[in-house]
């Protein structure tokens, strides 16, 4: 009985082992932060550049888009993309450490570094991670704006921690965008109507690539991630994130050919 129990045991463990699976690691992978728009090595040349006329003409509307009103809503696509944006531009903010000082820049203050990290923490903790289903034949319309801002959020979570945020201040953080991934990851590959539609068997155009190009995205930053459920794992949204990119733009022959 005791060896009865203890193989019972043993597959027990190694049966959750293998449910709490879905992590992605691609060989020789940094997994350092940020991940997205630079690597750390290039965030002392990145800031140095913002001084040059050109670049800082650009940064000035990155501060202005991160100090905007931050809408009162959050259901509408205009408020929803709005705050997404906000969180995005005032993490970049943050990351490269410099504010408008007469013509020049000049590193944040210390009050500037923690007003922009509790901005950019506040928006993504109460990030809508509601993803609709439309009707009939545009199902999927609703999901070119949650994608938008999928990764709008999925950035700014990413430069908050190339700029040191600590895991412990993120947690909720965390939680909210990989609800918001796993949301779009299970809409986007059920089926619809009574003709059985699926998403990425139904359209190969621009929302295709909006809806992969946010899935592949939260693999990325997300990559570590496991989960028993599969709807939360970054191995499935890279698979059909990449997959989905190259048939959309390079091999779909059907109804609607390649882009």
């Known amino acids: 009985m005791k060896k ?27 997994l350092t932060f940020p991940r997205t728009l630079a ?5 002392p040349a990145f ?3 913002l001084a040059a006329p050109e670049r800082r003409a650009l940064y000035l509307s990155v501060w202005n888009g991160a100090n905007l009103a931050v809408p009162a809503g959050n259901a509408t696509d205009g408020d929803r993309f709005t705050r997404s944006v906000i969180a995005r531009e005032a993490a970049f903010v943050l ?13 944040l203050d210390p009050s500037d570094r923690d007003a922009l990290r509790a901005r950019v923490i506040t928006l ?7 993803v609709e ?12 704006h949650r994608s938008k801002e999928l990764i709008g959020y999925l950035i700014a979570y990413d430069l908050l921690k190339g700029a040191g945020v600590p895991p412990a201040s993120l947690g909720v953080s965390k939680g909210r965008l990989l609800d918001f991934s796993a949301n779009l990851y299970q809409r986007s590959m059920a089926s619809y109507t009574f003709l059985n539609l699926k998403f990425f068997t139904y359209q190969f155009n621009n929302h295709s690539i909006m809806t992969a190009s946010a899935l592949g995205m939260a693999a ?24 989905n990119l190259d048939n959309t733009l390079w091999m779909e022959n059907g109804t609607y050919p390649r882009v």
Request: proline residues 5%; glycine residues 6%; negative net charge.
């Open 39 to 43: 690597d750390s090595l290039a965030i």
């Open 4 to 30: 009865l129990i203890a193989a019972l045991f043993t597959l027990f463990i190694a049966g959750t082992a293998v449910l709490a699976q879905g992590s992605w690691s691609p060989a020789n992978a940094d």
């Open 95 to 107: 990351l490269a450490d410099r504010k408008p000082a007469g013509d020049s820049l000049a590193p």
């Open 220 to 243: 990325v930053v997300f990559s570590e991630n496991t989960s028993s459920n599969g709807n939360y794992q970054p191995q499935n949204w890279i698979n059909a994130g990449l997959y």
């Open 133 to 144: 289903v439309g009707t009939f034949w545009t199902f999927y319309t609703p999901w070119q």
């Open 124 to 130: 993504l903790e109460a990030a809508n991670t509601t």
């Open 47 to 49: 800031r140095a550049s």
